[in-house]
Structures are given as structure tokens and as C-alpha cells.
């Protein structure tokens, strides 16, 4: 799988004008999918949603900046350690992730689309899993 930066800032384009409700619907799929990741986060999403929609844009305005994108990332890992974020839920995030950014696109999303996202949550995984695991106090992290 390859990033194309092209495709990921004409699909968020496409995405960009529903805003919260992206958001929203994001949060509304994961747990409907993965209820016991409910636990999680706070029980009023506003906040929460605001983040998350402020973060993908960051994302992708720093796609090819890979300092800044990295930098950023890091400090996303080493938060949601915090949380109580683990690397196993990474993937349910990246499949509502991906549902939730299909679902807005409509017709327009493509099978290159979905494999340069995949790519996409592929580095956003592994940098912030590296940054969140160097930041996780329990013993077992490593």
C-alpha cells in the first residue's frame, strides 16, 4: 500500500464539509462495532469530536511535511496513553476510520482511495503505537 497525498486531500475535500457530523458518525461506528471501547472516553463526545476532527485535518494538511506529521502523531500516542488507549485498538479505529470517510465520500470513493487511507492509518499506527508504548507506564508495556 502507498500514500497518494493526491487522493487523500481530494477524498478529505470531499469529507471536509460535513465536519462534526463526521466526527460524530466516526465515534457513533465505533462503538457500535466495538461497544467495549465505549468505556473509554468521556460520556459527552463534544470535545472529543472537535479533536478528532481537528486532528485528521492536521493530518492531512501535514501529509507530506513528515517532520511536522511525525511530531504530531508522537504527541497523539503519547496521550492517548493516557487514556488507556492500547495497541490492539488501533485497528477498530482504523475501520471506522475508513467506514466513516467512505460513508461521506459516496460515490467518489474508490478502491485507491480506501488503499492510500489504509496506507495512511498504516504510519498514523505505527508512530503513535511506538510513541504511545514509550509513554505507557505499566509494566507490561514494550
Known amino acids: 500500500m502507498t500514500i497518494d497525498p493526491a487522493v487523500i486531500k481530494s477524498s478529505f475535500a470531499l469529507v471536509e464539509p460535513h465536519g462534526a457530523e463526521v466526527a460524530a458518525y466516526f465515534y457513533r461506528n465505533l462503538f457500535e462495532h466495538n461497544p ?16 478528532l476532527w481537528a486532528a485528521l485535518g492536521a493530518l492531512v494538511t501535514h501529509l507530506e511535511d ?9 504527541e497523539l500516542g503519547r496521550r492517548h496513553a493516557g487514556y488507556g488507549a492500547r ?18 465520500a459516496g460515490p467518489a470513493w474508490t478502491a485507491e482511495t480506501e488503499s492510500s487511507w489504509a496506507a495512511v492509518h498504516e504510519v498514523i499506527t505505527s508512530t503513535m503505537g ?12 514494550g
Open 36 to 51: 467495549s471501547l465505549r468505556g473509554l472516553f468521556a460520556a459527552h463526545l463534544d470535545e472529543q469530536q472537535e479533536r
Open 66 to 74: 513528515v517532520d511536522t506529521l511525525v511530531g504530531l502523531l508522537q
Open 87 to 104: 495497541p490492539e485498538h488501533f485497528p477498530a479505529v482504523g475501520a471506522s476510520l475508513i467506514a466513516t470517510l467512505a460513508h461521506f
Open 130 to 141: 511506538t510513541a504511545l508504548a514509550a509513554a505507557d507506564p505499566s509494566p507490561t508495556a
